[in-house]
């Protein structure tokens, strides 16, 4: 097959108080391992003061290993905590979470915060 299309509500699955952050994500994985690249791609559907919980991606945690994610605010409002450093984003903001950075995202808005979430589990077996 030369193409594939995901369907809205295809192939998704609940994090629930992910990272020790508290509520439940709604996430859809696109694809799965239909595509060439080393890369996970969801979409993230987030209620209001749901967190994604504080954590690090450095090789110390078995099951998310070591990897850069991007965050791409694609509806709604956040806060992002990164090495202690807050961010406010907005629609169309995107922040890049190097593997080893500590990192939280917050729903701070009314409305579900909806993200596209790239991450990349095998950074360091690829030497990048």
């Known amino acids: 097959m030369t193409y594939y299309v995901a369907r ?4 998704t699955f609940n994090y629930v108080n992910l990272h020790d952050g508290r509520g439940e994500i709604a996430v859809q994985r696109l694809f799965g391992k239909k ?3 080393n890369i996970d791609l969801d979409i993230w559907e987030i209620p209001p003061g749901t967190s994604e919980g504080s954590h690090i991606h ?3 945690d078995l099951e998310y290993g070591f990897m850069d994610e991007i965050y791409l605010i694609l509806e709604g409002q956040a806060e992002m905590t990164i090495d202690g450093k807050i ?4 629609e169309g903001d995107s922040v890049l979470c190097k593997a080893g950075s500590d990192h939280n995202l917050v729903n ?10 790239i991450s990349d589990p095998d950074v360091e077996s690829r030497g990048d």
């Open 87 to 90: 961010e406010l984003l907005n």
């Open 58 to 60: 450095d090789g110390s």
């Open 108 to 117: 701070i808005g009314m409305k579900n915060l909806k993200v596209l979430l």
């Open 8 to 11: 809205s509500g295809q192939s």
């Open 35 to 37: 595509h060439s690249w």
